[in-house]
């Protein structure tokens, strides 16, 4: 018989998983997804990307608000999973949904464990300058992305990636892992848990809009960095010329001046000094604008025009 599988997930990031899932030699008896939020202008309540994929696909669907239910625990229970695969859900597990699945609960992660648990991995390695991340199926325990890894893949991080191109690239590659995986499991053969070491921990803390706005004193590298780890979302910004300006692409340059100053470049070339270096700015977007090129900004202002 096909192994009976619940998934929970949430966001864009899990659906190619969950694709995999609807492609494999098993059951999907239920999708698991956070409860509608509002979204939009309007903010009317909108499904979770999971939630459409899965109701088109004809799977059941749960939201409960939380894990810790009795009632929701019962539920779970009754769907007799054979196992529960995880991907960027948003709730805890508490130990009595781990304990249910007879294999277990997995999760696919978007880094190399120990490295990065938490919520924003693939931000916070574009964001320390990281050369490479990957994908991790853990199965999991009660401590936040400490079990042991089951199966992991590497991927480079190019020198322009940003957090969008790179969640989509870990998207297609966690389910390829979470393919591989449930292939093994469902052939009958067990994949080896290699316990996550001790050494190289590091926390990927959620990412806050605070953190967008630039902080001019620091070296143009790091500011490029964060401009790459905050698209598309929440989107750097920072004074430029007296004008609050969103960042959506930028790159170190040569250049010396007081941080903050715009600093003369070539024609049409938009930069400002940093603690170290100075950054140009490539595409801007003004308030209540459209993103345009560093050119087109510099002729706007010229021309004393607004560019909506």
Known sequence: MPLRVVFAGTPAFAVPCLERLLEADVDPVAVYTQPDRPAGRGRALAASPVKQRALEAGIPV???QTLRSPEVQEELRRL??????VVA???????????????GC????????PRWRGAAPIQRAIEAG??????????MERGL??????????IGIAPRETAGSLHDKLARLGAEVLAEGIAALAAGQTLPARPQP????VYAHKLEKSEARLDWSQPAVVLERKVRALWPWPVAEAQVDGERLRIHEAEPAEGRGRPGERIAAGRGELCVACGEGALRLLRVQREGGRVISAADYLNARRDGKRVE
């Open 62 to 64: 749960r939201q409960p």
């Open 80 to 85: 007799a999973p054979d196992l529960m695969v």
């Open 89 to 103: 859900y948003g709730l805890l597990l508490p130990q009595p949904v781990l304990d249910l699945p007879r294999h």
């Open 106 to 113: 997995w999760n696919v992660h978007a880094s190399l464990l």
């Open 130 to 139: 990281d050369a490479e991340t990957g994908v991790c199926l853990m199965q």
């Open 145 to 154: 992305d400490t079990g042991p890894i089951l199966l992991a893949r590497r």
């Open 198 to 201: 001790a050494e190289g921990v």
